[in-house]
């Protein structure tokens, strides 16, 4: 089946020229998006503030809305080093949560989609925006998900680690969290010990990579340890922070792999939840970026992608190892995860 493309009408509302983060690096992911693939629906409705106060403090949404309010049309502003808001960024927010919302309702209904939105959303904690990111996207649309189904899978091949989705779910034995990204890089978390806590012990595997990693080293990545923790994890949708800022080419990656590598990690994912995939995208700079995406794409719609060639370094073999040994889930013991009841909280520390 076909994968659904949705696409954000409103983006260009938040957009700064010359800044990495801007409407164009959106339009240079589209061009990888065959027209005719993109679904001629209505607008989807912005995410409402109670969806987003799942995941975000409501002092937090507050101050956000009045700050942008407070800009003239023409003004930016700077909310850290790296994220700039404009007048109506609030709303673009609201509304990037919203498409990823719709991707993940439309993989429970037995579609894969992939939201193409911005801005992005993974770094974006409970009380601050980070590293371009006002609202978490992905963890808006899974914490969503979790008022009707009992576990969610969250994957994320950004570049850079998903702080806040992790901080968002570091506590719940109900989303398993997988996020593979280059060490020693912005913003500094993401490492291999960080395995969560409470009942969320073991539900977070995080694999850092060396710089120049390749698509044989993130191949090996799912192989050995994302793909048999979704088997064992089994869950009701699987949600993927798709930033390809890991394209050889991406100025703010530092990483090796090529578009095609993209489509083998999408193709690891459907074979082992047997389900849909809900992509909402996040980083990716570089000039290759629609050549990753058509890779996705094709393998969504059920094309085979060719495996990465080449052998995975030791440092790659290592983390895969150490994951393996300090997650239930890879261990084979038996994991304290919950029955997946709807009322059950999100944090369960």
Known sequence: ????????????????????????????????????????????????????????APVYIAALRARCASLREDQAGYLDPDTYIRRHSFETALSAAGYAIEASRLALAGTSAFAFVRPPGHHAERIHPMGFCLFNNVAVAAADALERVGRVAIVDWDVHHGNGTQSA??????VLYCSVHRRFHFPGTGWYSELGT????????????????????????????????????????????????????????????EPGDFGAMTDRLLEVPGRPLALVLEGGYGPRHGEAVAAILRALGGEAADRPRGTPGREVRLVAEMLAAGSPLLRGAPSHRSSGTKERPLSDA
């Open 1 to 56: 089946m076909e994968p659904t493309v949705l696409v954000q009408p409103d983006a260009a509302r938040h957009d700064l020229p010359g800044h990495p983060e801007s409407q164009a690096r959106l339009e240079k992911a589209l061009e990888g998006v065959p027209p005719a693939s993109v679904r001629p629906l209505s607008p989807v409705p912005p995410a409402p503030e109670e969806a987003i106060a799942r995941v975000h």
């Open 169 to 174: 779910f570091f506590a719940t034995d109900r």
């Open 198 to 257: 409470g009942r969320g012990t073991g539900f977070t595997l995080n694999a850092p990579l060396p710089a120049g990693s390749t698509g044989a080293d993130y191949d090996h990545i799912f192989r050995e340890v994302f793909c048999p923790a979704l088997a064992e994890f089994r869950p009701d949708l699987v949600l993927v922070s798709a930033g390809q800022d890991a394209l050889a080419d991406d100025p703010l990656g530092g990483m090796a792999l």
